[in-house]
């Protein structure tokens, strides 16, 4: 069974900094792909951030480019999203993911089966 569980996320004013943390379980190594979507409320859920788990080249939103960066720790099998310069449009529910396929960051829920975690908050105040 694939665990991914979430930590971090939090609230900021506008130019300030988060990290969120990703840990997965080992059932996850069967997944391709591992990435970051995002919820704002009334909004469709978006990518982020998405890399190919055993290269590490990493896709990044336009929106997010040159802010945010997605590392990961192998020995942990734990993903982290550091996110800076942070601006209210933000502000969303981040989710952390993996599936298999295009490690894309185009959310396709009908052609991918996505594993996700629980989701935190993410508030970025002006």
């Known amino acids: 069974q694939v665990e991914l569980v979430e930590s971090g996320g939090g609230s900021v004013q506008a130019g300030g900094s988060l990290r969120l943390s990703c840990a997965a379980s080992?059932?996850?190594?069967?997944?391709?792909?591992m990435g970051w979507f995002r919820q704002a409320p009334g909004q469709e859920r978006e990518g982020v951030a998405a890399t190919y788990r055993h290269e590490g080249n990493t896709v990044y939103a336009a929106s997010v480019k040159g802010r945010f960066t997605m590392s990961q720790d192998n020995a942990e099998n734990t993903r982290y999203l550091e996110m800076t310069s942070l601006k209210p449009e933000d502000t969303a529910v981040y989710y952390c993911?993996?599936?298999?396929?295009?490690?894309?960051?185009?959310?396709?829920?009908?052609?991918?089966?996505?594993?996700w975690g629980q989701g935190v908050q993410v508030t970025v105040s002006s």
């Open positions: 993911a993996a599936w298999t396929g295009l490690c894309s960051i185009d959310y396709s829920p009908a052609r991918i089966h996505y594993y």
């Open positions: 080992s059932d996850t190594y069967s997944s391709e792909c």
